[in-house]
Nanobody
Framework: VQLQASGGGLVQAGGSLRLSCAAS????????MGWFRQAPGKEREFVAA????????DYADSVKGRFTISRDNAKNTMYLQMNSLKPEDTAVYYC????????????????WGQGTQVTVSS
């Protein structure tokens, strides 16, 4: 599976962005999909995930109520709708695909996109 993240950019605090992650290859619907982010000088952290089978979702506490993850298996694409953005959301956002295991652990993700920069100005 190859992943291509897009949709990042510069936005003012309180604004919105929608990230997309396009997957190539077969069996996209069989993968758990996740978003992670890495801010300058910090470790990469979990943001959100959506499971392959149930479509259930999980979010980091820091983004709950503001971000929404979704997927369109017919289009082999995952999305992250980000609302009420804050300066602390500034980071490179990565999409990733996992065959199983906890969706919170990045070591369970075998495939990664190249990242897209999100910058939120105050």
């Amino acid at each position: 599976v190859q992943l291509q993240a897009s949709g990042g950019g510069l936005v003012q605090a309180g604004g919105s962005l929608r990230l997309s992650c396009a997957a190539s290859g077969r069996s996209f619907s069989n993968y758990n999909m996740g978003w992670f982010r890495q801010a300058p000088g910090k470790e990469r952290e979990f943001v959100a995930a959506i499971r392959s089978s149930s479509g259930s979702t999980d979010y980091a506490d820091s983004v709950k109520g503001r971000f929404t993850i979704s997927r369109d298996n017919a289009k082999n694409t995952m999305y992250l709708q980000m609302n009420s953005l804050k300066p602390e959301d500034t980071a490179v956002y990565y999409c990733a695909a996992s065959r199983g295991g906890s969706v919170f652990w990045e070591l369970n993700y075998s495939y990664w996109g190249q990242g897209t920069q999100v910058t939120v100005s105050s």
